[in-house]
């Protein structure tokens, strides 16, 4: 009777545990930071790539809304994505897109707008990419929806596509 | 006066080298139980990648400005959620996973426990 109980036991445990590691290996889990989504930016200063000016988060509650973007002209999705951030700025009334200009060269960060044009109302640099972090970030291009109270409503991970575009539209409009 | 000069930078020296050596240790910790998000497995201490740069800057940074470790890991866990670390904190979701090895290892004990003094009554009978 007894070595039942402890064969029982045994067996139940072993089921437990397998069942465990079989919930959890069946569990797909694709790492995003979407939990930042609902909660306030925190605060930030960054300088001008073109002159000496600087922004900060007081600077967007001016902003309806707006699409921070994280790019750099070495990142080859941010080149895919880029007609659709000229798309948002030509169609958008409620909406401005800050660029923060990750981890680059002035020169090739210039260069790269020259050629695909400017959609950036304010263009920042980041070139130890610290602020980045406390965005969030940790790849580019990334891009984050954020209202006149600074609270994030959407985040983009990835490069910005037209699905995306329709979704900033129907979110801003 | 010479001799008073050159005993107060060798302990000013001493003192700073010291505490550097501590600094980059907890560097070095922090580092280690970092995971790098956008690489296979590796944590910040083995990665070198743009991510993994940026985090030990801004790591080395908070330390600086004198925040503790666990400072350090609040604010990343605020930013990146609880899988940026390696060793999570316990909580109701993850309370399994501390306590599964403990009570597998007490659980075999007791199994071994009683197979062997059954064993043991065998041969005494």
């Not at chain 1, 700025?89 to 909406?95: F, R």
């Not at chain 1, 660029?99 to 695909?116: H, P, T, V, Y």
Request: proline share 2%; charged share 25%.
């Amino acid at each position: 009777m007894k070595i039942n109980l402890l064969r029982i036991l045994v067996f139940v445990f072993a089921v437990f545990t397998l069942s465990i590691f079989l919930l959890s290996l069946n569990k797909v889990k694709v790492y995003d930071t979407q939990n930042l989504v609902g909660k306030n930016i925190s605060s930030f200063e960054l300088k001008s790539l073109d002159n000496e000016a600087t922004i900060n988060e007081e600077s967007l509650k001016k902003n309806k809304y707006t699409l921070i973007n994280f790019w750099a002209s070495w990142c080859f999705p941010c080149r895919a994505e880029h007609k659709y951030l000229i798309k948002i700025k030509k169609n958008s009334k409620n909406l401005k897109i800050l660029g923060i200009n990750f981890k680059d060269k002035e020169k090739d960060a210039k260069k790269f707008l020259k050629e695909f044009q400017n959609p950036y109302y304010f263009l920042a640099k980041d070139y130890d990419g610290k602020t980045s972090i406390n965005f969030g970030i940790y790849g580019i291009p990334e891009s984050i929806l954020i209202d006149e109270n600074l609270m994030i409503i959407k985040k983009f991970i990835g490069p910005i596509n037209n699905e995306d575009f329709n979704v900033i539209m129907k979110l801003t409009e | 006066m010479f001799k008073f000069f050159f005993i107060y930078f060798y302990i000013l020296l001493s003192l700073q080298s010291f505490s550097f050596a501590e600094n980059k240790k907890l560097e070095n910790e922090i580092y280690k139980n970092l995971r790098c998000l956008v690489c296979q497995g590796q944590s910040v201490a083995d990665s070198n990648s743009d991510f993994a740069q940026t985090l030990k800057l801004v790591v080395k940074d908070k330390i600086k400005e004198g925040k503790s470790k666990k400072e350090i890991y609040d604010f990343l866990t605020k930013k990146y959620g609880e899988w940026i670390v390696y060793k999570p904190k316990f909580n109701r979701y993850n309370f399994l996973l501390w306590f599964l090895p403990y009570l597998t290892i007490v659980f075999g004990g007791i199994v071994i426990f009683i197979l062997l003094k059954k064993r043991k009554n065998q041969r005494t009978n």
